[in-house]
Structures are given as C-alpha cells and as structure tokens.
C-alpha cells in the first residue's frame, strides 16, 4: 500500500511541476492564477458530473412550496408548524443532495491544494534566520542514556552552523538549531550507526521549488507530504523535519477567490439549457 501511495505522490509531483513549469518566469500569482482555474474548472466539471440534477429540483421545489405555505397560512400556528417541520426535511433533502459531490470533487483536487501548499504556502528559510530541525527516534530506539541512539547532523558543504542538540527524551527525539550562511538548497545527513538519511535546507532567495518539510516512515501521512521520501524501514526514525515560515496568506485567498469565480462560472455554462 505504501508503495502505492509513493508511486501516486511522484505521479502528481511530476503532473504539478510539469503543469506549472511553462508559468515558472511570470511568478508566483500568475502560478496561482493558474492552478485556480484547474481547482475551479474541475471542481465544477467533477461536481456537475456526479450530481444529481432530479433530486436537487425536487428539494428546492419543496424548499418553495414549504415557504410559500408558510407564508400563505402565516396566521394559523398549526399549519406553520407542519411546514416548518416540512421545510426542515427539505432542507435536509437538499443539502443530501448537493454535499456528495460537492465531497467527491474536492477529494478529487485535495492533491492539487497538498501540492500548492508546499509551493506557495511554506517560504524558505530567511537568509540569515535560523531554523529548527526535530528528528523523531523510532518506537526500538530510545535516545534516554544511550549515546550511541543518538544521530550524529553533518552539514554538506560547509554552507551553516550548528548548535548544540537538545534531547527531549519524553518525545524520544532530538533538536538542533541550524544557521545557514548562503543561499540555495543545502544538503544535511543524518548519520547514525554507520547509517545516513539525506534532507535539504531551503535557504531564501530561492527558485521557484516546492518544500520538502518533513520525511516520514511509512505512514498514510505521506499523502499530505508528497515531496517527502518514505524513510527506510531500519533507520530507526519515524520523522525528519524543518520548521519553515509560514508564507502571507495573499496568495490562498487568491486561490480561493478565482477558483470560486471559475467553477460559477463553469456550472452556470453547464446547468444552462
């Protein structure tokens, strides 16, 4: 199963990078822009394709015939209680409806938004801030007296510093603070009984390039961390990750706004007769 899901991640990497490759010099709202009217355009497609159009006249026509009946017999309690409990059971007739495949479509770009994430919604590390990198023992390896649990970090290059580790033995895992001193992607290992894993440091300015934040062991997380390679079965870790900023949040508004304008849009062209 979970070489399903690394093939799957590398699938949409690939679709992702491809997709937005062509917009990679208009930056990064003209990125946005883009994946916007993909999220819009297929949710709407997706939407229209599984929804069923009878039941949903059938729910707002009882949805009308329960206000005007409220309306009509406004001074008789009894009847505007019936049609309240009326209106209530059509509410809920519609709302079955619509919240289907209203779900089915946004699973069906969930992969897109976990993507878009990584590329607009986490900002490399600042040139000259610091960063923290945690690493999570796995459940056999305990870093409480013993030295040897512990991994050793090398820096590829000579590009930062490292501080001191401190220990968490509560959380079995280990934290050291890293300060990188140039630019670009750096290379850091991880090395621990003649074993490496391999993780790199974003460090701003930076190309356009998705984060890596985390690596993890074989977990059904790895869907939400796409960019991330599945550690080895024996390395005795269960996560790998850099703390990066978070990025303004202009460009998920963006998003959010054109691809609402995108799928109106689109199911309005679609449900005219």
């Not at 895992?173 to 003649?194: A, I, N, S, Y």
Request: aromatic residues 8%; proline residues 6%; positive net charge.
């Amino acid at each position: 199963m979970y070489a399903l899901i690394a093939h799957f991640n590398r699938l949409c990497n690939g679709a992702f990078d491809a997709g937005l490759a062509p917009f990679a010099g208009l930056g990064e709202y003209a990125q946005v822009t883009v994946i916007a009217l993909f999220v819009g355009v297929a949710v709407a497609l997706v939407f229209n394709r599984v929804l069923d159009r009878t039941k949903l006249k059938r729910a707002r026509r009882d949805l009308r015939s329960c206000l005007f009946e409220i309306w009509l017999y406004r001074h008789d309690p009894g009847v505007v209680l019936r049609a309240q409990w009326e209106l209530m059971k059509a509410n809920g007739r519609y709302v079955s409806a619509i919240l289907p495949p209203l779900l089915i479509a946004m699973l069906a770009i969930s992969p897109v938004l976990v993507q878009s994430y990584h590329r607009f919604g986490l900002d490399p590390v600042p040139d000259g801030a610091t960063a923290l990198l945690t690493v999570e023992l796995g459940d056999g390896v305990a870093i409480d007296g013993f030295a040897e649990a512990v991994p050793e970090l090398v820096w590829d290059g000579g590009r930062g510093t490292v501080t001191a580790m401190v220990r968490q033995p509560s959380a079995n895992r280990v934290v050291w603070r890293l300060h990188p001193t140039k630019p670009g992607t750096h290379t850091l290992h991880l090395v621990r009984g003649g074993k490496s894993e391999t993780f790199p440091l974003y460090v701003a300015p930076l190309k356009s390039e998705s984060v890596i934040e985390s690596r993890l062991a074989r977990s059904w997380r790895l869907l939400a961390q796409p960019r991330g390679t599945v550690l080895g079965g024996d390395s005795g870790y269960r996560r790998i990750s850099i703390d990066y900023p978070e990025a303004d949040s202009g460009w998920l508004i963006w998003l959010t706004v054109t691809s609402l304008l995108a799928a109106v849009i689109v199911n309005r062209v679609g449900s005219a007769p």
